[in-house]
């Protein structure tokens, strides 16, 4: 009965090629966000879909997509992966879009070699 | 959005209270102040959120001055268990982007 779930844990690839990181919510929120976590534990949003529309992109390389099949899930593909990609990844929803308090995934932890 | 700050670390033995002060001068009338919790390997988890006075929950209060300007998260009777970052910060009603600064780190010793 996990809330908001992300696929895979860990991810270990090499650097230029293509993965994707899936998320998951069963809560029946209409809005969804991603945040990348660097090693120094910085917390920045990435992008944020509300009912399958993109609200919030930020600056990030455009080698970074999201989509969003329905409202539970949104998934992040990354092409052509680079070394200062890694980091980990958390998917996180909310109620509503202007809810503020959001509900986040365990993460999933990237590492490019 | 207003900046937050908030100490680097604290260090905590079990069973005591702890208060976690986090200033944001520049905060604005619509903002409300929330604070999260993230344990290693864990996303971040909502505590607790409040505009002004005071806040009480299971696991926290939240105490916040007439001018807002700051803010103090309260952990009674703290356990081993509550070892974790804990982030303030400062949103506007209907903004639904989280900004989170570097972050306390607690640590509870036995």
């Known amino acids: 009965d996990t809330a908001v779930s992300q696929t895979p844990k860990y991810l270990v690839t090499q650097m230029g090629n293509d993965k994707s990181i899936k998320c998951e919510q069963n809560?029946?929120?209409?809005?969804m966000y991603w945040y990348k976590q660097d090693s120094k534990k910085f917390l920045k949003i990435m992008f944020s879909y509300n009912n399958k529309e993109l609200i919030i992109n930020e600056t990030v390389p455009n080698r970074f997509s999201p989509k969003s099949p329905d409202k539970a899930h949104l998934n992040l593909h990354i092409n052509s992966l680079e070394l200062g990609d890694s980091a980990v990844y958390f998917c996180?929803?909310?109620?509503?879009?202007?809810?503020?308090?959001?509900?986040f995934g365990p993460g999933t932890r990237l590492l490019v070699l | 959005l207003a900046k937050t700050t908030q100490p680097i670390s604290m260090d905590s033995y079990e069973g005591q209270e702890v208060n976690i002060t986090c200033s944001h001068n520049?905060?604005?009338?619509?903002?409300?102040i929330t604070w999260y919790q993230q344990f290693p390997s864990q996303g971040p988890r909502f505590i607790i959120q409040?505009?002004?006075t005071k806040v009480t929950n299971e696991v926290a209060s939240l105490f916040i001055p007439a001018d807002r300007k700051s803010s103090t998260l309260s952990l009674p009777r703290v356990s081993l268990s509550d070892t974790a970052v804990y982030y303030c910060l400062v949103i506007s009603l209907g903004f639904q982007k989280l900004v989170f600064g570097t972050g306390t780190r607690l640590l509870v010793s036995p």
């Open positions: 996180a929803s909310s109620p509503r879009r202007d809810q503020e308090t959001q509900y």
């Open positions: 520049n905060i604005a009338t619509n903002d409300y």
């Open positions: 809560l029946g929120h209409d809005t």
């Open positions: 409040g505009y002004k």
